[in-house]
């Protein structure tokens, strides 16, 4: 009986993951086609084939699945750039030209994918013109922490550098 328990707590978990990745991905795509405030509930629900509970379970409301939508992304694009500084500095020998073109393969990957991309900056766009997260946001958990990790690797690799041109205006 434990272990077919332990079989619909799985599929129970993996149903409950893929709802809350089919609103994200509602959200990207409606979100980045109508705004925050052109895009209704119903429209997401429907685009993420769930119920009205998925988005008051998964995040409270519209506005929190926004800036969820967002941190999500932003989360992806940090962890990719730093997985690519860290495997850069890893090599036996790391340089600064590798350090560099690790990071910018990390940094427009998510850019190479035709669709995705068309999603992704379709919805940064819209958020440039309509702001609509909290003020900030975008610095403190994307920007900041991937200049700092960047920087970071560069002082290692190039130990005489002027620390005044390590740090972002």
Same mark, same amino acid.
């Given at each position: ?62 506005? +929190?699945?926004?800036? @969820?939508? %967002?941190? /999500? ?7 990719? !750039?730093?997985? #690519?500084? =860290? ?17 910018? +393969?990390?940094?427009? @990957?998510? %850019?190479? /994918? ?7 900056? !379709?919805?940064? #766009?819209? =958020? ?42």
């Amino acid at each position: 009986m434990a272990r077919k328990t332990g079989k619909n707590a799985k599929k129970r978990l993996k149903k409950a993951i893929d709802t809350k990745q089919r609103l994200l991905d509602a959200g990207e795509e409606l979100f980045g086609q109508k705004g925050l405030e052109g895009t209704s509930i119903r429209d997401l629900i429907t685009v993420a084939k769930c119920n009205l509970s998925g988005v008051n379970y998964y995040f409270g409301d519209k506005e +929190r699945l926004y800036v @969820e939508l %967002f941190r /999500d992304r932003l989360v992806q694009m940090l962890d990719a !750039r730093r997985a #690519a500084i =860290e495997e850069a500095m890893s090599q036996t020998a790391p340089t600064l030209e590798g350090l560099l073109r690790a990071f910018s +393969r990390a940094f427009f @990957e998510p %850019f190479t /994918d035709p669709e995705a991309s068309r999603r992704l900056t !379709r919805l940064f #766009a819209r =958020e440039m013109f309509e702001q609509h997260l909290p003020k900030g946001m975008f610095l403190e958990e994307m920007a900041e922490p991937t200049l700092s990790a960047l920087a970071e690797a560069i002082e290692i690799l190039c130990p005489n550098i002027d620390q005044i041109q390590l740090q972002p205006n």
